[in-house]
């Protein structure tokens, strides 16, 4: 009979450990409006441009998506740092009007990629001014925070105007954790073609000087 209260009290013990360090985990999610997304799938596409040039530049796009059921509400994440291609640090959301003249942060909307969370009735809204997100990087494994990222409505996202308002209304603040290994894709994108000079990092940079 003592050996059976012993054994009962260790198991309480450990079961208390393991229900503690659970607690303690991050939990793959994202929020928005109150609302948290469990992160079924995760992936990093890394769109290169202008490769081995001088200006070439890497931009990671971070892709979460919650999946449940019929539904799907997906989560872009578009990071650039035009002093490095190396993923890791603190991005600040940036501004539709900011990323004209930024050198790093996330990128609200270029030609090619975007940051946005968009849900299954295809409502989307873009991200603006206001929050941050963390990226830690060792060997394959990936920790990252989401610190209230503004999200919302470009009346006038490019400016088609030219009166420098992009007319931003924010819906709501993007945050949350995903710790892990991440898959990742390398695509490599050029317009370039005999007898031309386009080139896609030059139309973007023209969509951040207009």
């Known amino acids: 009979m003592k050996k059976l209260f012993y054994l009962l009290i260790v198991s309480l013990v450990v079961l208390t450990m393991y229900s503690c ?5 991050p939990v793959n999610h994202f929020s928005f409006q109150g609302k948290e997304y469990p992160i079924n799938e995760a992936v990093i596409v890394e769109l290169v441009f202008s490769e081995g040039n001088a200006d070439e530049l890497v931009v990671p796009v971070l892709s979460f998506t919650n999946i449940s059921g019929q539904d799907t509400t ?4 578009s990071v650039f740092d035009e002093e490095s291609n190396i993923l890791g640090g603190n991005y600040s959301s940036l501004g539709q009007d900011e990323f004209e003249s930024a050198s790093r942060g996330i990128a609200p909307f270029a030609l090619i990629f975007l940051s946005a969370i968009t849900f299954q009735d295809e409502t989307t809204y873009f991200t603006g001014h206001g929050g941050s997100l963390d990226v830690s990087v060792s060997g394959d494994n990936y920790t990252i925070k989401m610190n209230s990222i503004s999200a919302g409505e470009y009346g006038d996202l490019l400016d088609f105007d030219e009166d ?3 007319e931003y209304s924010e819906a709501g603040k993007i945050a949350g954790v995903y710790e892990g290994t991440i898959n990742k894709q390398i695509t490599v994108l050029s317009m370039d073609m005999q007898n031309s000079d386009i080139d896609i990092n030059k139309l973007i940079k023209s969509i951040k000087n207009k």
């Open 164 to 166: 420098g308002n992009f």
């Open 21 to 25: 360090k659970k607690d303690s985990d």
């Open 74 to 77: 997906g989560l872009l994440l």
